[in-house]
């Protein structure tokens, strides 16, 4: 499931540049990700650089976009252009 900023967000501008797809970006009020880009990091890394160095702990996953770990991998193929021709 992709990940979302809650109002708790400090706008510390940590999280931006840690995402390897350009998913977050500031908001009207604070930070947002775009569930259509988010991959919770998978494919890049173990885990969500964006939680990682959160320092509020304001980045739980998103329940409006429930996807599974296969589905977060295939969006991460997608974004990267590398679609298997499997």
Do not use: W
């Not at 259509?36 to 959160?54: I, M, N, R, S, W």
């Amino acid at each position: 499931m992709a990940l979302f900023i809650t109002d708790e967000c400090i706008n510390c501008d940590v999280c931006e540049p840690e995402c390897p797809n350009g998913a977050i970006s500031q908001g009207e009020e604070y930070y947002v990700i775009d569930p259509k880009l988010c991959t919770e990091c998978v494919g890049h890394f173990d885990t969500p650089q964006c939680v990682a160095v959160c320092p509020v702990n304001c980045i739980p996953a998103d329940p409006k976009h429930p996807e599974t770990k296969e589905a977060l991998y295939r969006k991460y193929l997608s974004l990267t252009g590398r679609n298997s021709a499997a």
